[in-house]
């Protein structure tokens, strides 16, 4: 099973991303894409001519496909959760020094703005790591799932997870770091064509990544656990459509005004009441 | 349009007598060709009322260069340009090329060519 | 030592519908040098008005200039050769063209508010917009016949007359379009991610708004009192309930609740006009030839349009000057963008609603 | 004991002998000291035991001129130069030691030299790290444009500094530790004020006049020690707990070594020294005074409001001082903030970590002594060979200088990212005050620092490495850099030592599984090797993205910056903390 779950991430991320488009198109009047248009995406992707700027960036951008998924794959043969999340660092700084490779503009824009989030949400991700010990007593992914849910403990941990959903989606109000009007896709903008798969497919495979940590709050509860994905899922959705894009020194300042704060209350709550 | 004539001795002292800002809104720059020579034309109206449009207008000749009127009027940059580059007359310090390229016809606008 | 960032924003970019080239030089993300270019798609018009067409096939020719002002450009130009011609037109021709031209302004004020929830990053208000503005172009479509090029006026008066049912059509439309541009009025006032993206972002103040002759919504933001419908005699606006609408703010939000409260007033206006249409002919016949010179000026939804006709006694003209709004605008536009964050630029260039197809005609 | 005697003994003998060896040959001599001490160093670690020893009569007296002289010397500069809070503080000095010599007791029966674990493991780190650094040094001191006379002079300072650093990590008295507190400070000031010039001369006084702060703190302990009726010795103190008040001056005098704020100022201004010096004494061996004062008095203040401010300030100064290191340009200083920053975070977990949880400070000293001295080493190879000292004028100097980047890159991952020395210290640290959270609300606050001090971290090496990467899509291959110079042994034992930091923890009894530590090797070390391998020959090459324009478009560093009034408020907020300290010791 873990296998199978670590093996076909991207492809569930790609299956995710596809229900995620016709839901946003539904919330905005729209008919949307068909259900598997992400991967008709993919295949049109393969097909295109090869084409890069430097090998560096490509070879980087691959990297970070590949950390992530290791990531993901750490995740589902439950792994120590620290390690999961600092292998997810590694990949997205192989995103971030991909994008610092080329010398546009746009990229390196970025690069700088991912690299703030990154500022943003890193902490938090710690902060969640060190609840799951204080409510399992273990950093080990395999014991927090087999633990009763963690969501009853620290509720407000999870509120601050679901404020940084956004914020790993890419999706409004937190998806500064690649702004399509701004930025026109930020770090991603100098891939192409199969190269372009890669980065593509990892962004698949981030959704996977996210959906995984909600997932965690339910503990050994599975029914919960798809109460918990499906209704974050809503929710992020919801309000990616009910807010617009904030800027990059807002976004920092308003996931530590909230979810910072949130996650360090939920601890205090942990620890001493 | 209440035209009122200058040359382009007096043209930025005129303008600069007559405008404030805060009272004229400037329209634009026009050139019109006369045939033999080019009338160049500076459009003003008055914020809040419904008087006519005045124009300061000076008559040159086409090799001749005149003054700029930006130090006055800073936004007048464009308007002179658009003139500058439709018939090939000389500003001060107004280059060519806001809106032909180098390769495209020059002073298309001019009745000469 | 180099510590500014040269980013590049146009001729082809993502959030620009339309050629035209800024650079922003940066420092982090704060903007501290802009230039801007512009001429990229200059197809030479007021050539071809001299050249190539006779002064009565003009009112079509111009309307091409562009797409969402083709109402107003063909009516001033209209309104300056009826001066030299000396034709009188009908109060019912006038009527239907405020009519028109009001409808013109609400459908363009859609777009521009649709665009600059777009590039705020909000996609969903976008698509509310843009659906909801399908009414404004229905109801256009039933009064001209088109949707976006209406070459609903001619010299002498419109081209075509108005029915009763389109009449009660359009009130219909209006009413139903009413409550929505409420709820797209509460959302650009309340919305938490928009008030971060609007309030005090791209503002300009009065005096630097009248120094670098801001005009329409970009300057009526800004508390500068300039709107053609209030500076001239030739259309009957006081009549149908005209009122100049002013903010004080001059950022991207006070831009924006300019253009709601120009449409809610429009709606008004175009409810009023319905009421009194007086009878009469819609189109008179034209005779002669132009002789003399001419200005018009009109209030597009961009801000005041201007021609100036020169003719000799021919049937082609000697000139034709066409100044548009958003060629008035750069100056000003470019002097905001000063000291803005970069990821502010692509909303607060939607909010100055530019056209380029009309700065570069 | 003779191992000891050897690293006290044999930098001496070097520093004598230097004057006399030709200057080529003199690279090859320290490599060979290097071997040596380091040997040492690591057989004194791993085979453990305690011993302690005094010195006769005639080295008290010694002590005392020493002291006198150097006190004196101090007093002179300032005068000389006109700089009134250094003679200021000489003659406060001056007093409080002839005080203390008037009043304190002739023999407490204690020893003079206690060398435990601590000592021990600080010799590792002093030995290893200091004497690869002189290796260098030789190397960049022959670079600079001055007499043959002053280069040697500048190795033997160095080399001397060792020796004295040796004994100071392994002094049990505190008039032995003053003494020595004082020469560091002597070759700080003499190693800052190398160049001579106005800046540098400025700065060194200033880091003269706050170290001897620090002097006057501890001197002031021993004062009050000696009116608590305590002996004037680290095992006395720790024996009566009631001395809270002397703990927490010498914890202070730490405080001030490890250029805490308000004292960073210091730290900042040594950058204008030579590399080798930034690398040895700024951020290497000299500035882990403090973890290591800090973790010697540990038992004294547990649970006590003295190491609860302590710890709550060392976090503090991670953050801060990360936050300042955003702001700046110059490489040297950037990696001067993080030092302070990352020993803040030291100094915290040194009041924590107890007895049983030493090796986790173990490990962020050692691998931290190690990153920031390869770091400091590059930055004088970049200073030297490539002519960069600003971070803004690092473009594209992976194409210019790979090697060095790469090495760069290497020292900056090891500070964040898995699987590194000090990340795992990192990693570790979490884990243990996340075991500890339930005891202790200021714990809290050392987790949410831990967790927001390396977000920073990587946000601020991460942004240095933005222009460090960026290249023309035209320029597809890297020049070369000779890769067997005389200035890349030391570096490139650095490297090695820190690619297999993980497998030397895991060596030291830590239990890592080795497929996180594998993996993730192999993510970070596959990109070389795929590069020269060159898979994409075929593949066909664009130009950057420009929307459609011709031309150049640059791209810069970001910078952060704090306005003043923040600037004041964090200054305050260092003094605040230092009262604080104090208050908390005598009540």
Redesign the interface.
């Known amino acids: 099973m873990s296998w199978f779950l670590a093996l076909f991430a991207p492809v569930f991320g790609t299956l995710v991303s596809g229900i995620d488009r016709v839901v946003r198109a539904r919330?905005?009047?729209?008919l949307g894409p068909p259900l598997m248009q992400p991967f008709y995406d993919m295949f049109k992707l393969l097909d295109k001519?090869?084409?890069?700027?430097?090998?560096?960036h490509?070879?980087?951008g691959v990297?970070h496909f590949?950390?992530l998924w290791?990531s993901i794959a750490?995740f589902m043969f439950g792994?120590?959760l620290?390690?999961i999340i600092?292998?997810h660092?590694?990949s997205v700084?192989?995103l971030?020094?991909a994008g610092?490779?080329?010398?546009?503009?746009?990229?390196?824009?970025g690069?700088?703005r991912e690299?703030?989030a990154?500022?943003a949400y890193?902490?938090?991700l710690?902060?969640m790591?060190?609840g799951f010990?204080?409510t399992c007593g273990s950093?080990e992914v395999s014991v927090i799932t087999s633990n009763s849910p963690a969501i009853v403990s620290m509720p407000l941990m999870f509120i601050a997870l679901l404020i940084l959903l956004p914020l790993k989606l890419k999706k409004?109000?937190f998806?500064?770091p690649e702004?399509?009007?701004?930025l026109?896709g930020g770090v991603e903008?100098?891939y192409?064509g199969f190269f372009y798969e890669v980065i593509y497919v990892s962004k698949m495979t981030e959704i996977i990544f996210v959906y995984a940590l909600v997932f965690l709050f339910a503990g050994q509860n599975i029914l919960l656990g798809i109460i918990l994905v499906t209704g974050s899922f809503f929710l992020v959705n919801a309000v990616?459509?009910?807010?617009?894009?904030?800027?990059?020194?807002?976004l920092v300042k308003k996931v530590y005004a909230t979810a910072?704060v949130l996650a360090?209350l939920a601890?205090?709550w942990i620890?001493?009441v | 349009m209440k035209k009122i004539e200058t040359n382009s001795e007096n043209l930025k002292d005129d303008i600069s007598a007559f405008y404030d800002y805060k009272i004229w809104h400037y329209i634009t720059v026009n050139g019109v060709d006369l045939g033999d020579k080019m009338e160049i034309q500076y459009l003003f109206k008055k914020y809040g009322n419904k008087e006519e449009v005045v124009c300061y207008f000076l008559t040159m000749d086409y090799e001749k260069e005149i003054p700029s009127i930006v130090s006055i009027i800073p936004s007048a940059y464009l308007g002179e340009g658009e003139v500058v580059d439709m018939f090939g007359v000389k500003i001060k310090e107004i280059p060519k090329g806001l809106l032909l390229e180098e390769d495209s016809c020059q002073a298309p606008l001019r009745k000469a060519q | 030592m180099k510590k500014t960032i040269n980013i590049p924003y146009g001729s082809q970019h993502i959030a620009l519908l339309e050629p035209v080239r800024f650079q922003f030089e940066t420092q982090n993300e704060k903007i501290v040098g802009v230039k801007a270019d512009i001429g990229y798609v200059h197809r030479g018009i007021e050539k071809a008005c001299t050249s190539t067409f006779e002064y009565k096939q003009i009112p079509s020719v111009v309307a091409r200039v562009c797409g969402l002002c083709a109402i107003t450009h063909s009516l001033t130009y209209v309104m300056a050769v009826e001066q030299i011609i000396d034709v009188n037109v009908s109060e019912k021709a006038k009527y239907l063209r405020m009519l028109m031209v009001e409808l013109d302004r609400i459908h363009s004020h859609m777009l521009c508010l649709s665009h600059t929830a777009e590039n705020a990053g909000y996609e969903a208000l976008f698509m509310q917009i843009m659906a909801d503005r399908e009414i404004i172009m229905d109801i256009q479509e039933a009064i001209s016949g088109n949707r976006v090029q209406f070459d609903f006026v001619c010299i002498g008066g419109v081209n075509r007359d108005i029915t009763d049912e389109i009449v009660k059509f359009i009130i219909k439309s209006l009413n139903e379009l009413q409550p929505k541009i409420e709820d797209i009025f509460d959302m650009f006032e309340n919305n938490w991610s928009l008030s971060l993206k609007y309030k005090g972002i791209g503002a300009i103040t009065k005096e630097n708004a009248s120094i670098y002759n801001a005009l329409g919504p970009l300057a009526r933001a800004a508390g500068l009192e300039t709107d053609v419908r209030a500076e001239s005699d030739y259309y009957p606006y006081e009549k149908i309930g005209y009122k100049m609408i002013l903010e004080q703010t001059g950022d991207i939000y006070g831009r924006n609740r300019v253009r709601l409260r120009e449409i809610l007033s429009s709606i008004d206006m175009i409810k009023n006009i319905l009421c009194d249409i007086p009878e009469g002919n819609i189109i008179e016949k034209v005779k002669g030839k132009p002789n003399g010179e001419s200005v018009a000026r009109l209030e597009a939804p961009r801000g005041e349009i201007f021609y100036y006709l020169k003719g000799v006694k021919q049937a082609m003209l000697d000139r034709v000057r066409t100044k548009t709004p958003t060629f008035s605008g750069i100056p000003a536009m470019v002097e905001i963008f000063k000291g803005q964050e970069y990821g502010d630029v692509p909303a607060i260039l939607a909010s100055f609603d530019p056209c380029m197809s009309c700065t570069a005609k | 004991m003779y191992l000891f005697t050897i690293l006290v003994g044999l930098p001496i003998v070097l520093a004598v002998g230097l004057w006399w060896i030709p200057f080529r040959f003199l690279q090859a001599f320290m490599f060979v000291f290097s071997f040596f001490v380091s040997l040492c160093s690591a057989l004194l670690f791993l085979s453990p035991s305690t011993f302690s020893f005094s010195l006769g009569s005639f080295f008290s007296t010694a002590v005392i001129v020493i002291d006198t002289l150097l006190i004196l010397y101090f007093l002179k500069e300032g005068l000389g130069l006109k700089d009134k809070r250094v003679w200021i503080l000489a003659l406060i000095q001056l007093g409080l030691f002839s005080l203390v010599e008037s009043s304190i007791g002739s023999n407490y029966g204690r020893a003079d030299f206690i060398i435990d674990e601590l000592s021990t493991f600080m010799f590792t780190v002093i030995n290893i790290v200091g004497s690869l650094i002189v290796v260098y040094a030789v190397w960049y001191i022959d670079k600079e444009s001055i007499s043959e006379n002053r280069k040697r002079f500048f190795l033997c300072v160095l080399i001397l500094f060792l020796s004295v650093m040796n004994l100071i990590v392994a002094t049990n008295s505190l008039m032995l530790f003053f003494l020595l507190f004082e020469l560091t400070t002597l070759a700080s000031y003499l190693l800052i004020g190398f160049r001579k010039n106005e800046i540098s001369i400025h700065n060194a006084l200033k880091a003269l006049w706050m170290n001897q702060i620090g002097g006057v703190f501890i001197l002031i302990a021993v004062i009050l020690g000696i009116f608590y009726k305590t002996a004037p010795y680290f095992d006395g103190l720790m024996e009566n707990g009631s001395m809270l008040v002397v703990v927490s001056l010498i914890a202070m005098a730490g405080l001030v070594k490890g250029a805490q704020i308000p004292f960073d100022s210091w730290l900042l201004g040594a950058m204008v020294a030579p590399s080798p010096v930034s690398a040895i004494l700024h951020s290497a061996t000299m500035v882990k005074l403090a973890p290591f004062v800090i973790l010697k008095l540990a038992p004294a203040y547990e649970h006590t409001i003295v190491g609860q401010s302590i710890m709550v300030f060392g976090s503090f100064v991670f953050v801060i001082a990360g936050l300042y290191g955003l702001s700046r340009d110059n490489f040297k200083e950037i990696l001067g903030y993080s030092t302070i920053s990352l020993l803040g975070l030291m100094i915290a977990m040194a009041t924590i970590v107890g007895n049983e949880h030493k090796d986790i400070l173990y490990i962020i000293i050692f691998f931290h002594a190690i990153s920031k001295a390869l770091l400091f080493l590059l930055a004088g190879i970049l200073e030297k060979n490539h002519n960069v000292k600003n971070i803004s004028d690092m473009d594209g100097l992976l194409h210019k200088a790979p090697l060095s980047t790469s090495m760069i890159m290497i020292g900056f991952a090891t500070i964040t990212l898995p699987p590194f020395g000090l990340f795992f210290g990192k990693l570790f640290s979490i884990e243990l005050v996340a075991s500890n959270m339930r005891s202790d609300p200021t714990y809290l606050f050392l987790l949410a620092a831990l967790a927001v001090g390396s977000a920073i971290l990587i946000l601020l090496y991460f942004k240095v490495a933005s222009l460090l990467f960026s290249k023309n899509a035209k320029d597809e291959a890297y020049c070369s850099e000779k890769p067997f110079t005389c200035e890349m042994i030391s570096p490139y034992i650095f490297t090695l030592l820190l690619m297999c930091s993980a497998f030397l923890i895991v060596f030291g009894g830590i239990e890592i599984p080795l497929i996180y530590i594998l993996g993730s090797l192999l993510l970070i070390f596959v990109i070389p090797f795929w590069l020269k391998i060159d898979p994409f020959k075929n593949v066909d090459r664009v130009k950057e993205y420009h929307c459609g324009e011709q031309g150049h478009f640059g791209v810069a560093q970001w910078s952060f910056s704090f306005t003043n009034g923040i600037e004041k408020t964090i200054l305050l907020t260092g003094i605040v903390a230092f009262i604080a300290i104090a208050l908390g010791g005598l009540l």
Do not use: W
Request: hydrophobic letters at 50%; glycine letters at 4%; aromatic letters at 12%.
């Open positions: 919330m905005q009047r729209r001519r090869p084409m890069m700027v430097h090998k560096l490509i070879v980087l990297m590949m950390a290791a750490l792994g120590h620290l390690y600092f292998t660092l590694l700084i192989f971030i020094l610092y490779s080329v010398r546009s503009p746009y990229s390196h824009l690069a700088n690299l703030l990154l500022f890193e902490p938090i710690i902060l790591a060190v010990y204080l950093f409004s109000p998806d500064a702004a399509h009007q701004e026109c903008i100098e192409s990616d459509n009910a807010t617009g894009r904030i800027r990059i020194d807002h910072f360090l601890l205090g620890s001493y």
